[in-house]
Nanobody, 117 residues
């Protein structure tokens, strides 16, 4: 089970931190990732965290503004979003990529992020 939290309404230039807590996992993790979907648009990749490597990858649209961190003990990953723009408005969902699998297989319910201009 993946549970996201931390979404909300913020003015442009502001910051939010999203959390994604994983529980009940019965497999090893390869990566935990964040995706977002704005109304009328396809879901897009935001960033991911290599669970063992600690390596992060971000999309060009958020690089330099968003960072990720993790809490190994809590199996939680955080998405720190700074200098938010109205274009960042979307439902943000986290997902897990199990080790040995081809992609992300489990998704959270999502949390709404709204950035006002």
């Amino acid at each position: 089970q993946l549970v996201e939290s931390g979404g909300g309404l913020v003015q442009a230039g502001g910051s939010l931190r999203l959390s994604c807590a994983a529980s009940g996992l019965t497999f090893n993790l390869n990566r935990m990732g964040w995706f977002r979907q704005a109304p009328g648009k396809e879901r897009e990749f935001v960033g991911s965290f290599g669970w063992l490597s600690g390596r992060t990858i971000f999309s060009d649209s958020v690089k330099g503004r968003f960072t990720m961190s993790r809490d190994l003990a809590k199996t939680t990953v955080y998405l720190q979003m700074n200098n938010l723009e109205p274009e960042d408005t979307a439902v943000y969902s986290c997902a897990v990529h199990p080790a040995g699998r081809d992609g992300y297989e489990f998704w959270g319910q999502g949390t709404q992020v709204t950035v006002s201009s």
